[in-house]
Structures are given as structure tokens and as C-alpha cells.
T-cell receptor, first 115, second 112 residues
Framework: DAMVIQNPRYQVTQFGKPVTLSCSQT?????MYWYQQKSSQAPKLLFH???????NEADTPDNFQSRRPNTSFCFLDIRSPGLGDAAMYLC??????????????FGPGTRLLVL | KQEVTQIPAALSVPEGENLVLNCSFT??????LQWFRQDPGKGLTSLLL?????REQTSGRLNASLDKSSGRSTLYIAASQPGDSATYLC???????????FGTGTRLLVSP
């Protein structure tokens, strides 16, 4: 029954070593999002895909990139992780085919630790 | 720019109490407002979604209201249980696009 799946659940990487987080969905939703959530803070939107169209938030660092090879999968690439990038990364999906915003469904998150 | 605030930051109540969590937003041009639950170290679970044309939504022991004119939403939890212990986040979405702006949450502890 899992609808939004994130792998791995925990990721440890070294300072400066590229890392990729993955998200998949079984909902066939056309919109996918990546959020960063640091401890005791609100989730912060990094970017989203509306179908194949990539939309970057203005304050998202260049160090963060994303790929969406098909409807079901979306990846978050951190090119050179710094200590400040340690956080929970949340993937979410929603359907907006009729220009009517519906609930966003979140995955369980990937907790990233940078050593 | 939409800003969302939640008060209180933390709340501790004994089991069985009814309680209200508050959410304020600055931009009344809100398309919808969502309430989420987050357990420690976990993702977000959607509880209730209120469209701008609605004033409230109910699901079981939960009732959420939306007052656009005053920029406020409340989440009412009836007969609280220890299993309700979690962080509750509200998030507003403005017209134009699907960007959710989150509050920092209220951490709720319900003691037996």
C-alpha cells in the first residue's frame, strides 16, 4: 500500500562526497516535490516538477539538483554535501491535472548525515 | 510573501482533554490550508485539507476551521489520547501554484 517511497531511509555521506536520494510513487501524480527539513524547523521547498517541467526555488543552493526520468521516480542529487546539509529530506506528490490543488502526499523521508 | 505561524510551539495535556492548536497566516489570498501530523523522525501525514471556499473539515476526533478574513486556522482535537502525541504542522497554499508554506509546528504531548 506504500504510495510515496523514499530510499534509503537513512543515508550517511562524507563531506564533499556526492549523494543521491530517491523517491518513487504509485499514485500516478503529475507533481513531485522535494523538501528539506532541519531539526525543529518547518519543511522548506527546494524544487518541484510539474510533469516534466522543473521549478527551482529562488533560494535553493546550486549544490542541489534534481532529476525526474519518468512519472514515478524523482531523484535529489547533492553534488558536494556540506555539514549544513544534514537534514531530513521529504518527497511529496500531488495531482493537479484539473488545476485544482489536492492534498500533498509525503514519503517517510530520508535522514541525511554528513560526516 | 506568505508567512505561517503556529502557537504554541509545545503543548502538554492529560489524556481525555479537548484541545485547540492555532495557525496564523499573513496573506488572505490563500487557496487552501492543510494540517499535517509528524511523528519523530518520520514523514508527514495529511490530516485535513480545507479549501478556501470551505470553513471547516472534520475527520473523526479532528476538526479544522479556516477563517480567511482573520488569517487564522484552528485544529480541534477532541478527547485527546496518548497516541495523538506528535508534532502538528499547518501549511498554506496561495493561489497560482502548489507551493505549501509551512508553520514550524506545535509539539503535542498527551500523557496517560
Amino acid at each position: 500500500d506504500a504510495m510515496v517511497i523514499q530510499n534509503p531511509r537513512y543515508q550517511v555521506t562524507q563531506f564533499g562526497k556526492p549523494v543521491t536520494l530517491s523517491c518513487s510513487q504509485t499514485l500516478n501524480h503529475n507533481v513531485m516535490y522535494w523538501y528539506q527539513q532541519k531539526s525543529s524547523q518547518a519543511p522548506k521547498l527546494l524544487f518541484h516538477y510539474y510533469d516534466k517541467d522543473f521549478n527551482n526555488e529562488a533560494d535553493t543552493p546550486d549544490n542541489f539538483q534534481s532529476r525526474r526520468p519518468n512519472t514515478s521516480f524523482c531523484f535529489l542529487d547533492i553534488r558536494s554535501p556540506g555539514l549544513g546539509d544534514a537534514a531530513m529530506y521529504l518527497c511529496a506528490t500531488s495531482s493537479n491535472r484539473d488545476k485544482h490543488q489536492e492534498t500533498q502526499y509525503f514519503g517517510p523521508g530520508t535522514r541525511l548525515l554528513v560526516l | 510573501k506568505q508567512e505561517v505561524t503556529q502557537i504554541p510551539a509545545a503543548l502538554s495535556v492529560p489524556e481525555g482533554e479537548n484541545l485547540v492548536l492555532n495557525c496564523s497566516f499573513t496573506d488572505s489570498a490563500i487557496y487552501n490550508l492543510q494540517w499535517f501530523r509528524q511523528d519523530p523522525g518520520k514523514g508527514l501525514t495529511s490530516l485535513l485539507l480545507i479549501q478556501s471556499s470551505q470553513r471547516e473539515q472534520t475527520s473523526g476526533r479532528l476538526n479544522a476551521s479556516l477563517d480567511k478574513s482573520s488569517g487564522r486556522s484552528t485544529l480541534y482535537i477532541a478527547a485527546s489520547q496518548p497516541g495523538d502525541s506528535a508534532t502538528y504542522l499547518c501549511a498554506g497554499m496561495n493561489t497560482g501554484f502548489q507551493k505549501l508554506v509551512f508553520g514550524t509546528g506545535t509539539r503535542l504531548l498527551v500523557s496517560p
